[in-house]
Each structure stands twice: as C-alpha cells, then as structure tokens.
C-alpha cells in the first residue's frame, strides 16, 4: 500500500513554455500532498503544501505564480511550471499523507526537469 | 539554523558489515517526529524508519535502527549486515510540533552510503 505515482518521470523542454507534473496516490485518498524540489547533489526543499480542493500553501520564496498547484480530487494534484527558465531545471518529487495519525509522507518517483 | 544537521556528506562500509549514519536535529518543540528516507540514484524516495519524541523505546525495522538520544538531540540510523543495495543517499527528516495534522517534513543534507564487496 501507500504507492504515489508521478508523470512524466522526465521532461526535456524549451525555455518559456509550461511543463504540467501530475502526482497521484494510487492507493489511498490524500487530501493532502506535498511538492519538493530538489536540486543535484542537494537536500529536498518543500516548495508547498497542496490540499483538496483549496489553495495550496507555498512555501517562503516559491512564487505561486511560477509554480501552480491544483488538488482537483483526493487523489490527484498537479505542479505547473509556466514559462519554464533553465533556472526551473531540477528534480521536482511529491508526496502524500495517508491520514492524519499516519504521519509518515510517502514519496512519488520523482521528475526530472530540463529547459533548455 | 539548521533543523537537521548531517555530517557526514559519505560513507563507506563493507558488504555485511554495520555502519552508522549520524543525525542531529535542533527543536524547542516537546512534540516532533525523526524519518529516514533513503534515495537511490533512481531519484525515489523510499520511508525506511520512523521515531516519535515520546517513544521510549528506539525504533526497530528489519535491519535498519533508530539510536534516539533526545538528550542529545540525535536520531542516528543503524543499519546492520550491510548490502550492496544500500548503496544510496540516506536523508533525516524531522516533523516539528505536535502531529495535529499534515505537517512538512525538514529534511538534511543526506549522507551518501557506498558499500563494497
């Protein structure tokens, strides 16, 4: 159980066009999801909290406007990376939440991102 | 300040033998949480072992250990009879306050184990 999927696995693309992350848990309903950007040979850095049917909760120094967040059902929330900068090139990873009292996060697979 | 402070950017241990991956945190809170995720070169992240702050006894699975000093602050992973699988990055993460709800994850700089034959 508690299996979180991601697509794309990765993604190559050109500067200025918006990249679309979908993160689902598979197995169980998660009213809320977490995204984390990674950077090479770095720790992971929460960009922002997502929740069901509400705003997300962005982290200090994430522009919402850069990176949308939409939790449209208890199983699926997607990160939108828009007009994508090679700055943007990272390893982005979700994660969910069974429940409240089950505290650990399982991680999806992750995505590469390259804007070229 | 650092919340979770690992020290040891690598390690290396030879195939079946222990080792032991430090962990430090920095909390005011009574109440928290201490993870270990491990991180292949895949790029998943995959839950290995959780401690609770009121856990008495330190946590146990299969073969990976938690050694909780919270006198110490530290939250140290044990894994015995390593394998060659383990070779991977391993990060301590740490949920500040009381677990009312979903809360984020602070996670440290990784240690990247290598294990040899």
């Known amino acids: 159980g508690a299996v979180v999927s991601q697509h794309p696995s990765w993604v190559i693309c050109k500067s200025g066009t918006s990249v679309k992350i979908e993160c689902r848990s598979l197995?169980?309903?998660?009213?809320?999801m977490f995204w984390y950007r990674q950077f090479p040979k770095q720790s992971l850095m929460l960009m922002a909290t997502?929740?069901?049917?509400?705003?997300?909760?962005?982290e200090q120094g994430v522009e919402k406007d850069k990176f949308l967040i939409n939790h449209a059902s208890l199983t699926l929330s997607t990160l939108t990376v828009t007009s994508a900068h090679p700055e943007d090139s990272s390893f982005y990873i979700c994660?969910?939440?069974?429940?409240?009292?089950?505290?650990?996060?399982?991680f999806g697979p992750g995505t590469r991102l390259l804007v070229l | 300040a650092q919340k979770i402070t690992q020290t040891q950017p690598g390690m290396f241990v030879q195939e079946k033998e222990a080792v032991t991956l430090d962990c430090t945190y920095d909390?005011?809170?009574?109440?928290?949480?201490l993870f270990w995720y491990k991180q292949p070169s895949s790029g998943e992240m995959i839950f290995l072992i959780y401690?609770?702050?009121?856990?008495?006894q330190n946590a146990t699975e299969g073969r990976y250990s938690l050694n909780f000093q919270k006198a110490r602050k530290s939250a140290n992973l044990v894994i015995s009879a390593s394998q060659l699988g383990d070779s991977a990055m391993y990060f301590c993460?740490?949920?500040?306050?009381?677990?009312?709800?979903?809360?984020?994850?602070?996670f440290g700089t990784g240690t990247r184990l290598l294990v040899s034959p």
């Open positions: 994660s969910a939440q069974i429940d409240r009292e089950e505290e650990t996060q399982y």
């Open positions: 197995d169980f309903q998660a009213t809320t």
């Open positions: 997502s929740n069901e049917g509400s705003k997300a909760t962005y």
């Open positions: 909390t005011s809170d009574q109440s928290y949480g």
């Open positions: 401690q609770g702050s009121y856990d008495e």
């Open positions: 993460a740490m949920r500040e306050g009381p677990n009312t709800g979903f809360q984020k994850l602070v």
